[in-house]
């Protein structure tokens, strides 16, 4: 066995510690007075190496370290938990020689080897999946994972709901991950069988079929929940939400013997909705509570623009106006608007919006405000625990587009594999429409351009419209109607937030590289 000398006492502040490495091994060192004892720096609850960060002092005549995170205490000569006397943290003879700190080591008496830790993903969408690839491609063995999908299929491309709706792809095509999938990389996969709830004490997750999941991390992944009317017959049969395949299946059926359908919502969701009944030979009227359509993303002209593209297709619009009542006799057959005018309805699908899915973090105590709230490693208050996609809520923001929950996987899956220094720092919202030839592209935060100064260029006849707003230079947001070939390049200088002085003249026309020097 040999002596380490690892630091000077002063280095360790009396009443908490320090973190050394010997033997490849982390060892927090932990300061009473003058007397310094070394502990494993493993939070055995949280499973986060925080212990050296943990107060030391004297309880009920024990000397003791409290850990940062659930504040269990561990007796600091023999590492025994108070709370749970199961739980034990491993300790290093260590002392002090000419103020210096020495710690002995025991070269891990036999047991080095980890096992491979178990990491359990609740959710089997997009941002779960994505995690899980990225993770994959950076440490294949290091994790035994296990997937809990509420929905009974393994995982597809929800964005692809839209085209699927219309008629222009077919469900094998959007089918990202298909159960083989997950078999050949050994991945545990439960389906139709959501996560019911989390014992984060134990570190286990329970399903709603009894299935019990132990955990070293745990990955939240469940997405929103789209939202639900709260007015008279709501529920009525006829009344569809738009958000899962389950969704779709049931609009297609009653596509097929309906004859007028409702879309309530008049933003990105709802339109692509319309435009794909519309595909099916339905009279479609698209309900919409503002005074003009995807009113977040476009500005007034190409509101306008696109509405009447829409209505070329036969899409009638009712604007500014709010739906007090779905009224039918065993089933929907209108929808009744708060001026008390009607509309004929054999199926009405809401679009209005989305809501983070945060009953489950909620219920087992994790911060959450709109979303399950995460730091820039996408970790939640529980150092055990971490979140993505559209469930999460980072500095004050959350998502509904898939663009920020790439990058969020991609650094998520970093920190997963402990091989994290990347941080998230949020993204700009962008967003396109997908109605099969109407081009429109939107990007930027649209609220806040009052002040800037913008770029037009309008040609009705051709029906391109192009709209830049500029501050000091650099580009806030773009809207792009019938031309959205330099898409790529705007969300990519609104993001860079790189000087364009030197070629604004040609920006808003101008043939620009998607990447590289702008000269
Ligand atoms: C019709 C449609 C069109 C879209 N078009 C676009 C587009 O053009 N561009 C774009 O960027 N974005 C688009 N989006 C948004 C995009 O699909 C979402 O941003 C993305 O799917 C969110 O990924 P997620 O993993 O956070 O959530 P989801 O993909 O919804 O996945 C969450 C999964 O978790 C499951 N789950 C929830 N709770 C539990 C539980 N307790 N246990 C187990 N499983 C659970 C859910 O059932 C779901 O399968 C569209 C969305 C829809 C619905």
Redesign the pocket.
């Given at each position: 066995m040999t002596r380490h000398f690892v630091c000077q006492l002063e280095e360790v502040f009396d009443g908490g510690g320090v973190c050394a490495l010997v033997d490849g091994e982390q060892v927090a060192l932990l300061r009473v007075g003058e007397e310094v004892f070394a502990l494993e720096n493993r939070d055995p609850f949280s499973g986060a190496n925080v212990m050296s960060r943990g107060l030391t002092g004297d309880l009920s005549g024990q000397l003791v370290v409290a850990s940062p995170v659930y504040k269990q205490h561990f007796n600091l000569r023999t590492g025994r938990c108070l709370e749970d006397e199961a739980v034990t943290l491993r300790s290093w003879p260590c002392g002090v020689l000419d103020d210096r700190v020495w710690v002995e080591s025991t070269a891990r008496r036999g047991a080095a080897v980890r096992g491979r830790r178990r990491l359990v993903v609740?959710?089997?969408?997009?941002?779960?999946m994505r995690t899980v690839e990225e993770l994959l491609a950076l440490a294949s063995d290091a994790l035994d994972i296990t997937v809990?999908?509420?929905?009974p299929r393994g995982n597809y491309n929800?964005?692809l709901?839209?085209p699927l709706l219309a008629g222009d792809t077919s469900r094998g095509q959007i089918m990202l991950h298909d159960l083989a999938w997950y078999r050949e990389r050994g991945i545990t996969l439960h389906v139709g069988d959501?996560?019911a709830s989390i014992d984060r004490r134990q570190r286990r997750v329970i399903s709603r079929a009894g299935v019990i999941a132990p955990y070293d991390r745990l990955l939240l992944?469940?997405?929103?929940d789209p939202v639900r009317l709260k007015v008279a017959g709501h529920d009525l049969p006829g009344v569809f939400t738009?958000?899962?395949l389950d969704d779709v299946d049931g609009m297609l059926e009653q596509a097929g013997r309906a004859l007028h359908a409702v879309v309530i919502g008049g933003g990105?969701?709802g339109l692509?909705a319309a435009s794909g009944l519309a595909r099916h030979g339905l009279v479609v009227t698209v309900v919409h509570l503002r005074e003009r359509v995807m009113d977040r993303q476009l500005d007034p002209e190409a509101a306008e623009l696109l509405q009447r593209s829409m209505q070329a297709r036969g899409i009638a619009f009712r604007l500014s106006a709010q739906t007090q009542a779905l009224e039918g006799d065993g089933h929907v057959q209108r929808v009744r608007l708060a001026d008390g005018s009607s509309i004929d309805a054999d199926m009405v699908v809401v679009a209005a919006g989305i809501t983070p899915?945060t009953a489950?973090a909620r219920d087992c105590g994790l911060a959450c405000d709109r979303g399950i709230l995460v730091d820039d490693t996408l970790q939640t208050f529980d150092p055990a625990i971490y979140a993505v996609?559209?469930?999460v809520q980072h500095r004050g923001t959350t998502?509904?587009?898939?663009?920020p929950?790439w990058e969020q996987a991609r650094v998520c899956a970093a920190h997963l594999a402990e091989r994290g220094v990347a941080r998230y720092r949020g993204s700009p919202p962008a967003?396109?429409l997908?109605v099969s030839g109407i081009e429109v592209y939107s990007a930027g935060d649209l609220g806040r351009v009052a002040g800037a100064e913008s770029l037009r260029y309008a040609d009705r006849a051709s029906g391109i419209y192009k709209r830049l707003w500029l501050k000091d230079n650099r580009l806030q947001a773009a809207v792009l109607f019938g031309d959205t070939r330099q898409a790529a390049r705007y969300a990519e200088l609104i993001e860079t937030q790189q000087d364009v002085s030197a070629w604004r003249e040609t920006l808003l026309l101008g043939d620009h590289p998607v990447s590289g020097s702008a000269a």
């Open positions: 609740v959710g089997n969408g997009m941002a779960a809990f999908g509420a929905e929800r964005i709901l839209s959501p996560v992944a469940t997405g929103s738009f958000r899962n990105l969701l692509e899915r489950l996609g559209e469930c998502y509904g587009l898939v663009a929950l967003s396109q997908k």
